[in-house]
């Protein structure tokens, strides 16, 4: 069994590409009968609102529910975290429909326009300990969503401090007169067979992401890796990637 990829809009193939550097094989997803055949289920980056449009138009919204509720993983970046949200603020008028499953409340566009998209290095000490690497991740925000409130349930995994990312527009509407500007808003939060992310690891050669999210997966189910490989072949080729990637190395993918 695959790891799937919702290959309606977006980041997609910057997915695949991440998963192909760990030894995973992802298979891109469009139709609903085509999730019955994967053991989890990547969510990627994009416009959540076509995306949206695209699932809804594709009849898949009933499908990714009862994938979700069937207690497989599903990992959300960016507009995928808006899609596994159970609410969602600042939308267009008339809003978007949600996957759910998610007990959070996110602000779909709370970093502002794309021209405000951002890196910024973020501690991710769960992440760390984990995966090993750098007690920190340099995470690519683009139009990102925040996490304003979770549930009792609901891990945080990732916080960033709006003081020192100066992206938020103080003045935009979008903001509802919530935030201090010196407080920290959530960007990454798990919740059972959940994991989400307001940012973009995919588009950075730091694999950690991508691997955590496979451990959840092999939790449930064999996975199927493009070449026979163990946890430690993964671990060993993500250690050669931290030694060979400088900090000031732009985000990339293969």
């Known amino acids: 069994m695959a790891v799937g990829v919702l290959a309606l809009q977006g ?12 030894g995973v094989k992802g298979v891109e997803i469009r139709k609903a009968e085509q ?9 990627p ?15 898949l919204f009933p499908a990714l529910r009862e994938f979700v509720k069937m ?8 507009a995928g975290l808006i899609f596994l949200a159970n609410k969602a603020t600042g939308q267009k008028t008339g809003g978007q429909e949600l996957v759910g499953g998610l007990d959070c409340t996110v602000h779909r566009n709370f970093f502002g326009s794309q021209i405000q998209s951002f890196e910024a290095e973020i501690p991710v000490p769960d992440l760390a300990s984990k995966e090993g690497g750098p007690p920190s991740f340099r995470a690519v925000f683009i139009r990102a969503p925040a996490i304003l409130e979770v549930g009792p349930d609901v891990e945080v995994l990732a916080s ?4 020192s990312t100066k992206t938020v527009d103080a003045d935009s509407s979008l903001q509802e ?15 059972g067979n959940l ?6 690891p995919e588009l950075t050669i730091d694999s950690r992401w991508h ?11 064999q996975i199927v890796t493009v070449a026979s490989s163990s946890s430690n072949s993964f671990e060993d080729q993500e250690s050669y990637l931290y030694n060979k990637q400088p900090k000031t190395d732009l985000p990339i993918y293969e």
């Open 35 to 43: 999730l019955e055949n994967i053991t989890s289920l990547i969510i």
């Open 11 to 22: 980041s997609f193939n910057e997915h695949i590409a991440a998963l192909r550097r760990i």
């Open 211 to 221: 691997s955590y999210f496979m451990k959840m997966t092999s939790s449930n189910n």
């Open 195 to 200: 994991l989400a992310t307001a940012f973009h």
């Open 160 to 163: 960033i401090s709006i003081q």
């Open 45 to 59: 980056g994009g416009e959540s609102t076509t995306m949206a449009k695209l699932a809804e138009l594709h009849n």
């Open 177 to 191: 007169g919530i935030i201090e500007s010196d407080s920290k808003v959530i960007v990454a939060v798990k919740q």
């Open 71 to 78: 207690g497989k993983p599903v990992w959300g970046t960016c």
